[in-house]
């Protein structure tokens, strides 16, 4: 591995070093995390059944994104920063891959839980749906780096964008459920689906979609599927070279800073679920009756 890259007059050496430095400080709260469980004893009752395996899902994650921080790479293009087999895309791929399931099966589990808590059937069948959805995705992922083909790319990230337009559905639908401070928090993270479909309509998916169209435009020639695993395996261009990374930066720093905080902050959803149903909206059985009892006179014999 060579580490010629670290000039500090190449602006990729300042993006690199945060990258590394926001994967430590992501390691250090994942383990604070699990210093957390192990201090709390509702955490603690749950261990091995609600609340390790959302941090375990966390950890795929986080060192996941952090092994991907370390060796960056564009896996179409095929550019990276290190010459070294590590910085292969089909091994930055298959990290992605079984990084990305875990944080969906995170979201999947936790809207599914908050919507047993809040009896909503829509949240339960959208948290069904993100797995697959993300499954899907995935394999557009793997076809996009295969063949080079960004189209793959552009799907991939349209069923993200979809996917969290779910989630954002089910979160305002499960913000009426619930009071005080689990309703601001479900806001907040609906706004935060918010904000990440709206990075993914305006600039994500449009700069695929455009290097999709100057692909093919340019006569661009695809790879077959064993060709196309045979170039992935083997094939990677070292460049430190600023406009070859430039489009790369934007979701690379907020990828691997915003989204692993994210499965950070589920991860430590064992340690609240004990007091969720105390926030839950309790709705009155029966409506109560606004008319006025009749008044029957009675008559006196003599």
Known sequence: MHFDLLDWSNPVTLWWSFLVTVSALNIALLFGLRAAYRANPFGAANTMFTAEPLVLLSAVYVFGCAFRSVLPRADVDRICLFNTWLSSVLIGRSVATLAELC???????????????????????????????????????????????????????????????????????????????????????????????LFMVTVD???????????????????????????????????????????????????????????ILLGGFGLIRHLLPRYRVRRPLFKASTRRPATVAIRSSH
């Open 103 to 197: 944080f969906a099966t995170q979201w999947a589990i936790i809207l599914h839980e908050l919507g047993r808590i809040a009896h909503s059937d829509t949240a339960k069948n959208i948290a069904k749906l993100i797995v697959p959805l993300i499954a899907v995705a995935e394999i557009c992922s793997w076809y996009a780096v295969i063949s080079t083909n960004f189209l793959g790319n552009v799907l991939e990230n349209s069923l993200w964008t979809i996917a969290f337009v779910l989630v954002g559905a089910a979160l305002m639908r499960l913000a009426a459920s619930f009071h005080g401070v689990v309703r601001s928090a479900i806001l907040v993270s609906a706004a935060g689906a918010a904000g990440y479909v």
């Open 205 to 263: 998916v449009p700069m695929y979609l455009q290097r999709w169209q100057a692909a093919s435009a340019s006569g661009h020639v695809l790879f077959g599927l064993f060709a196309g695993l045979r170039d992935l395996a083997s094939r990677w261009i070292v460049t430190h070279d600023i406009t070859r990374w430039r489009d790369e930066i934007a979701w690379m720093s907020l990828y691997f800073s915003v989204a692993v905080w994210t499965s």
